[in-house]
């Protein structure tokens, strides 16, 4: 098992930056994939962005790609999203997740393909 842990979110105003970490404990050697993912007030949770923790190789969603980074430090079991020019339609609850299983020449971005879970931070915007 794998156990993940979100911390980083907060209030934040437009144009405003954030880091979001998650600190992977238990068989976290385990996981091939971790991702991030956020969920908004009566909306379905998304796909936010990816990592394959061996190669460093990143995916994000359309809607924050050249404003957010995803990294690891395997060293330390944890996954960052920096967060840069910020927007109101950013806020939500933005849950850490983790896969075990490879996946080779697709990228997981659905939340049945991910295995672990964190509890989430909440990140709001202010306009």
């Known amino acids: 098992q794998v156990q993940l842990v979100e911390s980083g979110g907060g209030l934040v105003q437009g144009g405003g930056s954030l880091r979001l970490s998650c600190a992977a404990s238990g068989r976290a050697f385990s996981t091939n994939f971790m991702g991030w993912f956020r969920q908004a007030p009566g909306k379905e949770r998304e796909f936010v962005a990816a990592?394959?923790?061996?190669?460093?190789?990143?995916w994000y969603a359309d809607s924050v790609k050249d404003r957010f980074t995803i990294s690891r430090d395997n060293a330390k079991n944890t996954v960052y999203l920096q967060m840069n020019r910020l927007k109101p339609e950013d806020t939500a609850v933005y849950y850490c997740?983790?896969?075990?299983?490879?996946?080779?020449?697709?990228?997981?971005?659905?939340?049945?393909?991910?295995?672990?879970w964190g509890r989430g931070t909440q990140v709001t915007v202010s306009s």
């Open positions: 990592i394959n923790r061996s190669t460093g190789s990143a």
């Open positions: 997740a983790g896969r075990d299983s490879p996946a080779a020449g697709w990228v997981p971005q659905a939340r049945g393909q991910y295995d672990y």
